[in-house]
């Protein structure tokens, strides 16, 4: 079973800040997946890579397989990016069957 | 983009009765999509693989005649906890694969039962 290591477990910022969590895992994969869950529950699905990097506006994913490392990071950070990242890996041979990270609870203050 | 929508979002009920939750993937269709539970502070928990038309492959220590998968269209899939108890009250949540590089999620279900 591949284990999901995050850091930090929890982050607090003020508006503007660089952001980065992070994300190790053990076993080799495909892929990985970054996702933000708001405080009501609901999941977004942010990124899925498999190498190098991805940028969509201001969330920037890397994944380095070699080293089985990720990086989630944030620019000019705002309040409303308040919420929880979790990176999860495939497991059982399917980009779509999920180890999930315990997540980062990142807050923005104003 | 995609649209996977998840009902109710939440739900009260006494213990011994049953809850059924739908996930419904609105702009395209779901061969396959994945139900998930979470506890208070804990990681999201892979239940089960939902296959339309077929049976559903639940992981271990996950039972399959508590949570009874139904996916019988290309754009619904149910899960419905029978004979719920208290340990059962967790945020369910299920996803489908869209295209080749995401995933989406439904809003999730906060089900409590008391």
């Known amino acids: 079973k591949n284990e999901v290591e995050q850091s930090p477990q929890n982050l607090t910022a003020q508006e503007g800040e660089f952001i980065t969590i992070n994300c190790s895992y053990s076993?080799?994969?495909?892929?990985l997946h970054w996702l933000q869950q708001h405080p009501g529950g609901g999941i977004v699905s942010l990124f899925m890579?498999?190498?190098g990097k991805k940028k969509h506006g201001r969330l920037i994913a890397t994944i380095n397989i070699q080293e089985k490392h990720s990086s989630l990071h944030i620019t000019a950070s705002h309040p409303r990016d308040s919420a929880v990242y979790i990176c999860?890996?495939?497991?059982?041979?399917?980009?779509?069957?999920?180890?999930f990270g315990k997540g980062t609870l990142l807050t923005v203050n104003p | 983009g995609a649209v996977v929508s998840q009902h109710p979002s939440w739900v009260i009920c006494k213990s011994g009765t049953s809850v059924k939750i739908e996930c419904r993937s609105l702009?395209?269709?779901?061969?396959?999509m994945f139900w998930y539970r979470q506890f208070p502070k804990q990681s999201l928990m892979l239940m089960a693989t939902?296959?339309?038309?077929?049976?559903?492959?639940?992981e271990q220590g996950v039972e399959k005649d508590k949570f009874l998968i139904n996916h019988a269209s290309l754009t619904l899939s149910t899960l419905t906890v029978t004979s719920a108890h208290p340990e059962d009250s967790s945020f369910y949540i299920c996803?489908?694969?869209?295209?080749?590089?995401?995933?989406?999620f439904g809003q999730g279900t906060r089900l409590t039962v008391v």
């Open positions: 939902s296959n339309e038309g077929s049976k559903a492959t639940y």
């Open positions: 996803s489908a694969r869209v295209g080749a590089d995401r995933a989406f």
């Open positions: 999860a890996v495939p497991s059982g041979g399917s980009n779509y069957k999920l180890t």
């Open positions: 890579l498999s190498s």
């Open positions: 076993v080799g994969i495909s892929a």
């Open positions: 702009d395209f269709q779901a061969t396959t």
